[in-house]
């Protein structure tokens, strides 16, 4: 629950390889839509052993720690990216980092990835560089080029976090990075209510966060129509998959068209990309007071006198803290107002390549 009125007092720490040193003004970012979270912290540059800490910056364990509301709790833990030195009077040292998501962004794959589920080159990909993995909501689906009977992947060059992504994509999933290192790999994600806020119009008005937005995408909101097109070379086979998230209105259509699918890969991303834009329908900003206990998986419970209700899947928390207190903004979106999710409207083979046609429609947003 948010609090009402108010901005508790509060203390926040750049950590920079164990050592504490305290924060002027910062911000840390925590993100949940397959983006990095990231960190900036202001520190007094004359504070002792500040300068010789982030001078010598390399491989390097930093992030951001604030205590509010009588909790101590690290926002984002990773790797400092830059250190900027402000010299004169009230000099400072403004420190910017990313979790440590940037070990995925960091590293390319070189080689393929032979018989495997999108689930387990999460798994093998996370591994190599010392993520802690959680998968939930289900076991994937099969990731490349079907060739016979094998599957191979060669995703030669890319990034390990690209390759993750393209995993998210057919999967319907959202991955991010954990303070204690762990990649959580999220398919087809349900909303909780952990975190409430609350609205009571007036008089008197009576809210428990400073102020809440809605924003509701009306294309979005329509029927969403989506076609999968591929055409298997190994095969000389196209593949066609549609996939509906019932909504109201014209009928939006979207078409993709993607090599070397085959029909159980199409269907599934068919599905994946019909639900993904249904979740952006509604768009939630809520404004409040600063709470170090709230994370990626907590949900968005809004409640009251709102006109969309209900509870969201967060996508964001922005903190600030420094002068003005410690503020949050929660960004959470969901598929509100009984509208379903995504079905199957049929595939089928043929034996001609599919056409290559861009998109009949663009999406609300991504992620």
């Known amino acids: 629950m948010a609090t009402q009125t108010g901005v508790n007092p509060h203390r926040a720490w750049l950590s920079v390889n164990g050592k504490l040193f305290p924060v002027i003004q910062g911000s840390a970012v925590m993100n949940g839509t397959r983006q990095s979270s990231h960190f900036s912290a202001t520190i007094p540059i004359n504070y002792p052993g500040a300068q010789a800490a982030c001078a010598a910056l390399c491989d390097n364990q930093s992030g951001v720690i604030v205590q509010s509301n009588g909790k101590t709790a690290p926002l984002v833990m990773g790797e400092a990216d830059s250190a900027t030195f402000n010299y004169g009077q009230n000099g400072t040292i ?8 940037v070990r995925l962004h960091n590293k390319k794959w070189h080689g393929t990835l032979p018989d495997m589920t999108t689930v387990q080159v999460v798994q093998k990909l996370a591994g190599e560089v010392g993520l802690g993995v959680v998968i939930t909501g289900g076991g994937g689906t099969m990731f490349g080029k079907k060739i016979d009977e094998n599957y191979v992947a060669v995703e030669e060059g ?4 690209a390759i993750i992504s393209k995993c998210a994509e057919l999967d319907n999933a959202r991955w991010f990075v ?4 762990v990649l959580h790999y999220e398919i087809d994600p349900q909303p909780s209510g952990g975190f409430s806020v609350n609205y009571k119009a007036g008089p008197p008005e009576i809210s428990d966060a400073f102020q ?3 924003e509701r995408n009306v294309q979005a909101s ?4 989506v076609f999968i097109k591929s055409w298997h070379e190994e095969e000389k086979n196209s593949v066609v998959a549609e996939a509906i998230a019932g909504g109201c209105g014209t009928e939006v259509q979207y078409e993709f068209t993607l090599p070397t699918l085959v029909q159980d890969q199409a269907q599934k991303y068919a599905q994946a990309k019909a639900n993904e834009i249904a979740r952006h329908r509604i768009t939630v900003n809520a404004h409040c007071v600063g709470d170090v206990t709230v994370t ?3 949900g968005l419970a809004v409640s009251g006198d709102t006109v969309f209700d209900g509870v969201y899947l967060i996508d964001q928390i922005h903190h600030t803290f420094g002068m003005s207190g410690h503020k949050m903004t929660i960004t959470a979106r969901g598929n509100q107002g009984g509208l379903g999710g995504a079905v199957v409207v049929g595939g089928a083979g043929g034996t001609e390549e599919s056409g290559t046609g ?8 991504g992620g």
């Open 94 to 101: 403004v420190v910017s980092g990313r979790d440590n998501s």
């Open 212 to 214: 809440i937005s809605e």
């Open 296 to 298: 990626q998986d907590s």
């Open 222 to 225: 329509k029927t969403i129509h």
């Open 358 to 365: 861009g998109p009949l429609g663009e999406p609300g947003s």
């Open 158 to 161: 890319m990034s390990y976090a």
């Open 178 to 181: 954990d303070v204690n290192s």
